[in-house]
Structure formats: C-alpha cells, structure tokens
C-alpha cells in the first residue's frame, strides 16, 4: 500500500532553515507529482510547492514561498523534499507529504502522509 511519512519538522528560530523528507513507498514514484501542503492553527489548508513526475520536473510554490523553499525529488531514495529558508512566524504549521493521480501538478490530489509540525519561534 501506499505510503508516506514526513520527517524533519521542529522548532527553528525566525530566519533559520529546515529540510523536511517525505519518504515514500508502495507505488511508482518516479510517475507521479508530489506537493507539500500546509496547514497552519485556523487557517485552511494552502498548497505550498508541488514538483512534476520524473520526467516532467516542472516546479510550482505558493507565493509566501518563492524565493525562500524549494522542492526536489530523489528516485533513488523516492523521496521529496522541502527545503524551507528564511523562515517566518507565518510559516508555522503541519506540513503534509501529498501524492497526486498523475505525473501532472494539476492533477487531483490522492494519497496524503501523516504531517510533520514546523514551529517558527524564538
């Protein structure tokens, strides 16, 4: 079965950076669009980056974002990550690991990962 788990979320200092992994399994991860979600304490959830199958590579980010995360993904390890610079108060939240049903970033979301919480704070 599909899997997803997150990893590398904490408490990190404004202006500090994290690298979150989400490690996959249980489907072909070279085929399909991956995008990090979030969602922060009353607030909806916001799509933050989304990178294309393997061989589609295109990228997208949330305007909050650009400039300071970006998305890759390993086919080796099938694994995506989010690297997060610069981060702000704003930027707290439970980032969630998202499959989507096609190589495409416009495609329907699928299977989601269990989240892993980023706190910004000093």
């Known amino acids: 079965q599909v899997q997803l788990v997150e990893s590398g979320g904490g408490l990190v200092q404004p202006g500090g950076s994290l690298r979150l992994s989400c490690a996959t399994s249980?489907?072909?991860?070279?085929?399909?669009?991956m995008s990090w979600f979030r969602q922060a304490p009353g607030k909806e959830r916001e799509r933050v980056s989304c990178i294309g199958s393997l061989g589609d590579g295109t990228t997208d980010y949330a305007d909050s974002v650009k400039g300071r995360f970006t998305i890759s993904r390993d086919g080796v390890k099938s694994t995506v990550y989010l690297e997060m610079n610069k981060l702000k108060a704003e930027d707290t939240a439970v980032y969630y690991c998202?499959?989507?049903?096609?190589?495409?970033?416009?495609?329907?979301?699928?299977?989601w990962g269990q989240g892993t919480r980023v706190t910004v704070s000093s």
């Open positions: 998202v499959t989507h049903v096609g190589s495409s970033c416009y495609g329907n979301n699928d299977y």
């Open positions: 249980g489907f072909r991860f070279d085929w399909y669009a």
